[in-house]
T-cell receptor, first 111, second 114 residues
Framework: KQEVTQIPAALSVPEGENLVLNCSFTDSAIYNLQWFRQDPGKGLTSLLLIQSSQREQTSGRLNASLDKSSGRSTLYIAASQPGDSATYLCAVRDSGYALNFGKGTSLLVTP | GAVVSQHPSWVICKSGTSVKIECRSLDFQATTMFWYRQFPKQSLMLMATSNEGSKATYEQGVEKDKFLINHASLTLSTLTVTSAHPEDSSFYIC??????????FGPGTRLTVL
């Protein structure tokens, strides 16, 4: 069974810093990997989707990389802002439709 | 576009009662919908996959008689928590999939069972 781990569980940084969130998965036979943002008590917002054949995806200040062979992905956030404060979830899709989620990294960006 | 709604957004009920949660895709058709459950500071756990017009597929450990799922149309799936107990209190999130590559998530429903 696919297991997804996210490190760190929580992170606090001052505004303006660049930061990296990590995600690892146990089965490298994935279809794609997705990063989501979840605000407290809310649903999920998709940030970036990386297909298994891709190495990275970028959207604005966000960059996600994928190393399928080693079972790792990173989410890089440049020039962090207080509005980036949220929980970031990594999810892996393997052979089925459903997504396997990590527990998330809770990010706090302080002014 | 690609909006998924859930109703209600939160519900409080007494132990032993049943609660129905609706998941709707507002501007697209979804042949497949998923129901997830999330405990505080935990990851989303897939409960079941539902396909329009057929029975839902439940994940191991999820009681199908307790969590009834109906996917009656291409835009609506419902989750009914029967005879709810305090341990069923959780955040329930649905997602709707118009194609193999894409899932759109609803805003979630907070269930509290007293």
């Amino acid at each position: 069974k696919q297991e997804v781990t996210q490190i760190p569980a929580a992170l606090s940084v001052p505004e303006g810093e660049n930061l990296v969130l990590n995600c690892s998965f146990t089965d490298s036979a994935i279809y794609n990997l997705q990063w989501f943002r979840q605000d407290p008590g809310k649903g999920l917002t998709s940030l970036l989707l990386i297909q298994s054949s891709q190495r990275e995806q970028t959207s604005g200040r966000l960059n996600a990389s994928l190393d399928k062979s080693s079972g790792r992905s990173t989410l890089y956030i440049a020039a962090s802002q207080p509005g980036d404060s949220a929980t970031y979830l990594c999810a892996v899709r393997d052979s089925g439709y459903a997504l396997n989620f990590g527990k998330g990294t809770s990010l706090l960006v302080t002014p | 576009g690609a909006v998924v709604s859930q109703h209600p957004s939160w519900v409080i009920c007494k132990s032993g009662t049943s609660v129905k949660i609706e998941c709707r895709s507002l501007d697209f058709q979804a042949t497949t919908m998923f129901w997830y459950r999330q405990f505080p500071k935990q990851s989303l756990m897939l409960m079941a996959t539902s396909n329009e017009g057929s029975k839902a597929t439940y994940e191991q450990g999820v009681e199908k008689d307790k969590f009834l799922i109906n996917h009656a149309s291409l835009t609506l799936s419902t989750l009914t928590v029967t005879s709810a107990h305090p341990e069923d209190s959780s955040f329930y999130i649905c997602s709707a999939s118009p194609s193999a590559d894409t899932q759109y998530f609803g805003p979630g429903t907070r269930l509290t069972v007293l």
